[in-house]
């Protein structure tokens, strides 16, 4: 079940349902950003949202904390060209959305807008979100912060049309995995049937997130899962790799194709956890884990200062590499 609580000095019958649509009937300044280095449900979210609220009357910037640039396979979302940089956002806004932002750390520069607008709304699926802003939709079952905005259209009464429908799919696909992972429910495909039914396109959805990459993939690909190491004695069995933005430029990709490849490890069926190593341009390694069911990733990340769901979770290692998986094997052992 959903958590909607408020948090203290909020009157406690607020929802984040009466807050968005008093906003619209007031043409209030609705500020919505989703979490850094956005992914399909923080964007999807954010757009969905953005618009219906748009069209419910109230005044809208959508937003993400710099680096303010969308990877190609998330750029074609309706509405993204519509985003805004956070210089360009007001610095107390009537409304502050924050949307799949795990902590208040992930929301980047734009944190402080949870105590600078009138009043800020939080939704959220993550297990490992500690509960901030003044309103909160925080439910770890929910598959997806999308499936939380269609709630939420639903209550506002908005008609599902293909233009949100898509920003809503393509979150819903994401953080199942394609409706694979064991976050999907029944309500799930009942979600998806409807946002099919609108029209969209999902197999040209599917194939922008999912199935096109630059030729320069494959040897990057090669290069990284050729130097993977199993460790079956670490935990349930650990399997790690690593590369770096520098290394994806070297094949002629952004930093952000580094995220697929977590997806390629942790089909190793000799380790519950996976993990990959992504050195960033400052020095510091941006750790993916991915866990087979046998290993709470959300509990590993949050130990050394990062968060996430039980099976999907991740951190950020100041320490050199070698150190880096040092304290991951003690955090598993
Ligand atoms: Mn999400």
Redesign the pocket.
Same mark, same amino acid.
């Given at each position: 079940m959903a958590r909607h609580s408020s948090g203290s000095g909020a009157p406690s019958a607020r929802t984040a349902a009466s807050v968005l649509a008093q906003a619209a009937d007031a043409r209030a300044i609705v500020v919505l950003s989703g979490h850094v280095q956005p992914?399909a *449900?923080?964007l999807g979210?954010t757009l969905a949202l953005a618009e219906a609220l748009r069209r419910q009357g109230a005044r809208v910037l959508a937003t993400f904390p710099d680096p303010f640039t969308l990877p190609p396979s998330l750029g074609w979302l309706p509405g993204s060209e519509g985003l805004v940089p956070s210089s360009a956002v007001p610095s107390s806004p009537d409304v502050f959305v924050s949307l *799949?932002a795990a902590s208040t750390g992930r929301l980047g520069e734009l944190a402080g807008l949870l105590d600078a607008a009138g009043t800020s709304v939080v939704l *959220?699926?993550?297990a490992s979100n500690p509960g901030f802003g003044d309103v909160r939709l925080i439910d770890p079952e929910a598959p997806?912060?999308?499936a939380l905005v269609a709630g939420l259209l639903d209550e506002l009464g908005v008609t599902l049309d293909v233009e949100l429908a898509t920003c809503l799919y393509a979150?819903l696909a994401?953080?199942t995995g394609s409706f694979r992972f064991g976050n999907t429910t029944p309500e799930t495909h009942e979600l998806a049937a409807r946002l099919l039914a609108t029209g969209i396109d999902h197999a040209a959805i599917s194939r922008r997130l999912f199935d096109s990459a630059p030729f320069g993939w494959l040897g990057l690909l090669s290069v990284v899962a050729g130097r993977a190491a199993l460790e079956p004695d670490v935990g349930a069995g650990l399997v790690w790799t690593w590369s770096s933005s520098a290394e994806a430029a070297e094949h002629g990709l952004r930093g952000e194709q580094l995220e697929a490849l977590v997806d390629v490890v942790r089909a190793t069926e000799e380790a519950d956890v996976a993990c990959v190593l992504k050195g960033q341009d400052d020095g510091s390694w941006s750790v993916s884990l991915r866990s087979r069911g046998a290993t709470d990733v959300a509990r590993v990340a949050i130990a050394l200062g990062g968060g996430g769901?039980t099976l999907a979770a991740g951190y950020t290692s100041t320490l050199d590499r070698e150190a880096t998986v040092a304290q991951l094997r003690t955090e598993l052992a």
């Amino acid at each position: 079940m959903a958590r909607h609580s408020s948090g203290s000095g909020a009157p406690s019958a607020r929802t984040a349902a009466s807050v968005l649509a008093q906003a619209a009937d007031a043409r209030a300044i609705v500020v919505l950003s989703g979490h850094v280095q956005p992914d399909a *449900d923080a964007l999807g979210s954010t757009l969905a949202l953005a618009e219906a609220l748009r069209r419910q009357g109230a005044r809208v910037l959508a937003t993400f904390p710099d680096p303010f640039t969308l990877p190609p396979s998330l750029g074609w979302l309706p509405g993204s060209e519509g985003l805004v940089p956070s210089s360009a956002v007001p610095s107390s806004p009537d409304v502050f959305v924050s949307l *799949d932002a795990a902590s208040t750390g992930r929301l980047g520069e734009l944190a402080g807008l949870l105590d600078a607008a009138g009043t800020s709304v939080v939704l *959220d699926h993550h297990a490992s979100n500690p509960g901030f802003g003044d309103v909160r939709l925080i439910d770890p079952e929910a598959p997806a912060t999308v499936a939380l905005v269609a709630g939420l259209l639903d209550e506002l009464g908005v008609t599902l049309d293909v233009e949100l429908a898509t920003c809503l799919y393509a979150g819903l696909a994401a953080d199942t995995g394609s409706f694979r992972f064991g976050n999907t429910t029944p309500e799930t495909h009942e979600l998806a049937a409807r946002l099919l039914a609108t029209g969209i396109d999902h197999a040209a959805i599917s194939r922008r997130l999912f199935d096109s990459a630059p030729f320069g993939w494959l040897g990057l690909l090669s290069v990284v899962a050729g130097r993977a190491a199993l460790e079956p004695d670490v935990g349930a069995g650990l399997v790690w790799t690593w590369s770096s933005s520098a290394e994806a430029a070297e094949h002629g990709l952004r930093g952000e194709q580094l995220e697929a490849l977590v997806d390629v490890v942790r089909a190793t069926e000799e380790a519950d956890v996976a993990c990959v190593l992504k050195g960033q341009d400052d020095g510091s390694w941006s750790v993916s884990l991915r866990s087979r069911g046998a290993t709470d990733v959300a509990r590993v990340a949050i130990a050394l200062g990062g968060g996430g769901h039980t099976l999907a979770a991740g951190y950020t290692s100041t320490l050199d590499r070698e150190a880096t998986v040092a304290q991951l094997r003690t955090e598993l052992a």
